[in-house]
């Protein structure tokens, strides 16, 4: 099954753009318009707050998912991470909505939750990979994410195809909800899928920034701001998760109320720049770190770069970004783990679905 890789996860890694094409193909009806089946679509126009439940990776596509639920369609949306929520339980709303996002539809956790709000007579729709899954099973409706099995414990196919659906999803709320949009997701899909063709064409690049940047680092942090915060923070998950290298993802503006103190000479700061609203602030934050000696590798998008940053992302939508930046942290995630050694398909004391709550 392998083929010619000589890993599951850079095979995964390589099949996103099969798998943005597979998913426009599925989500679209004959006359190429965006398609969500009905059920689903009336559930959510009913809902008057949606509740993203997930963990891990699936969690992270739901805070960008939670973005165009907002956006474009303007229904109030809330994401949680599946563990907390039976016990952090929030104030929930009349008429809530519940999406449980996984990969494997396995997850104890998000069952946990879907148990519970089911007792509750709550409704539930379920987006995962797997049909005929446990979540899916037990939820009232279902959306697939076509991204064929992912073996690799690490996730990178089916975020972006978390990302995708939930914008398609989001995009037919609105739609249906008549509220205009000003692109056209099909055609901005398929720009995606080029730009993250590019990048995966460019892995020897990519894999240069691991020898730059991570070849002895001990600790490393990502930082960005807006959308390019959640990606971050996907970002330090899929590093520490194979390399074993600490990791962690915040928010730009979040650097001077405590971690700047642990910044120190030649320290790997990853620092994403996408949005050009928040563009200018990012770029400040940078600096602050390299005042005190960070490391630091600038990933910008096309139209926002400057000179020296250490890597250009092809321009997409701006909502659309994060499907195109994180193919970059994966593959630096993927060849830090590869030049320390580590057992890249399955990293210790991990497994691919976490069935324990
Ligand atoms: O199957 P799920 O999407 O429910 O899994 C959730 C997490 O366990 C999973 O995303 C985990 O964080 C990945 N190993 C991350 O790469």
């Known amino acids: 099954?392998?083929?010619?890789?000589?890993?599951?996860m850079i095979k995964e890694i390589n099949e996103q753009p099969?798998?943005?094409?597979?998913?426009?193909?599925?989500?679209?009806?004959?006359?190429?318009?965006?398609?969500?089946?009905?059920?689903?679509?009336t559930q959510l126009n009913e809902a008057d707050r949606l509740y993203v439940i997930a963990a891990g990776t699936s969690y992270h596509a739901g805070l960008i998912g939670k973005e165009y639920f907002e956006k474009w369609a303007g229904v109030p949306?809330?994401?949680?991470?599946?563990?907390?929520?039976?016990?952090?339980?929030?104030?929930?709303?009349?008429?809530?909505?519940?999406?449980?996002?996984?990969?494997?539809?396995?997850t104890a956790?998000?069952?946990?939750?879907?148990?519970?709000?089911?007792?509750?007579?709550?409704?539930?729709?379920?987006?995962?990979?797997v049909p005929g899954s446990t979540l899916s099973r037990e939820a009232d409706e279902t959306l697939?994410?076509?991204?064929?099995?992912?073996?690799?414990?690490?996730?990178?196919?089916?975020?972006?195809?978390?990302?995708?659906?939930?914008?398609?999803?989001?995009?037919?709320?609105?739609?249906?909800?008549?509220?205009?949009?000003d692109m056209n997701l099909m055609s901005e899909l398929a720009k995606v899928t080029t730009a993250i063709t590019t990048v995966i064409e460019d892995a020897p690049k990519i894999e240069e920034i691991v020898t730059g940047y991570l070849e002895t680092a001990r600790n490393s942090f990502f930082i960005g701001r807006a959308m390019d915060y959640y990606v971050g923070l996907e970002g330090a998950l899929k590093l520490k998760e194979i390399s074993y290298i600490q990791a962690e993802g915040f928010a730009g503006g979040e650097l001077k109320h405590g971690t700047i103190a642990?910044?120190?000479?030649?320290?790997?700061?990853?620092a994403l720049s996408t949005q050009e609203k928040v563009d200018l602030n990012i770029r400040s934050n940078a600096q602050e770190v390299k005042a005190r000696g960070a490391n630091v590798c600038v990933v910008a998008m096309e139209g926002l770069e400057q000179q020296g940053d250490t890597y250009v992302i092809p321009k997409v939508d701006d909502m659309l970004t994060p499907l195109v930046s994180v193919v970059v942290y994966q593959l630096i995630s993927y060849y830090a783990a590869l030049h320390r050694g580590n057992d890249v398909d399955k990293p210790r004391n991990l497994a691919k679905s976490v069935t324990v709550e």
């Open 77 to 106: 949306t809330e994401v949680h991470v599946a563990s907390e929520f039976v016990y952090n339980t929030p104030l929930l709303s009349e008429k809530p909505l519940f999406i449980f996002i996984s990969q494997s539809g396995e």
């Open 109 to 129: 956790d998000s069952r946990a939750v879907l148990v519970d709000i089911k007792e509750k007579g709550y409704k539930s729709l379920t987006i995962t990979n």
């Open 262 to 270: 642990l910044i120190e000479e030649g320290t790997p700061v990853f």
């Open 18 to 41: 099969q798998v943005m094409r597979k998913i426009i193909k599925e989500y679209q009806d004959e006359h190429g318009e965006l398609k969500i089946d009905k059920n689903i679509i």
């Open 144 to 181: 697939i994410l076509h991204a064929g099995p992912e073996i690799a414990v690490a996730s990178t196919k089916a975020y972006v195809a978390q990302i995708a659906v939930l914008a398609i999803t989001a995009a037919v709320t609105a739609r249906e909800l008549n509220k205009v949009s």
């Open 1 to 8: 099954e392998l083929g010619t890789y000589p890993h599951y």
